[in-house]
């Protein structure tokens, strides 16, 4: 009966390790897309135009860095320069603080000829920025000015 019950107890933690493996087997979540979901961060700044200038207020805990904004424009692909972001007018404007506002003028910003933006002939319709923060992408973007 000695060995019987250790033939059982044997199976049983065979059996056991299994079972715990299975049950960690279990998150069918692809391992590209939680990649993907740890390479981007909710940003959550306030963006106006007013006095000639794209006003962006960061309304978040943490530092925006490598920031790019660009007026009239999409986001292209990650590999693009200006943080991805194309069409349009674009400018890059480095860093912003947690609180901190940051002012850029209008005619900072260039379309992918190198022409300054123009206030008396385009209408604003839409405001996007990317941003890096703590290694991860951020982006925003208003629209309807």
Not at 40 to 65: C, L, M, Q, S
Not at 68 to 89: H, K, Q
Request: with cysteine; glycine share 14%; charged share 20%.
């Amino acid at each position: 009966m000695t060995e019987n019950l250790r033939r059982n107890l044997l199976s049983l933690s065979v059996l056991a390790v299994f079972g715990f493996l299975a049950l960690g087997s279990l998150d069918t979540t692809p391992r590209d897309t939680k990649a993907r979901e740890d390479k981007f961060v909710d940003i959550h700044p306030k963006i106006t135009v007013e006095g000639g200038a794209v006003r962006i207020k960061n309304n978040d805990t943490f530092a925006y860095d490598y920031c790019y904004v660009g007026i009239n424009s999409t986001l292209g692909y990650a590999g693009a320069s200006m943080g991805g972001i194309t069409g349009g007018w674009r400018t890059q404007i480095g860093s912003i603080g947690s609180g901190q506002t940051r002012s850029v003028p209008l005619t900072s910003f260039v379309d992918e000829e190198n022409h300054r933006f123009d206030i008396f002939t385009t209408r604003i319709q839409g405001v996007l920025i990317w941003c890096a923060a703590g290694g991860k992408s951020g982006l925003s973007n208003v629209g309807e000015f």
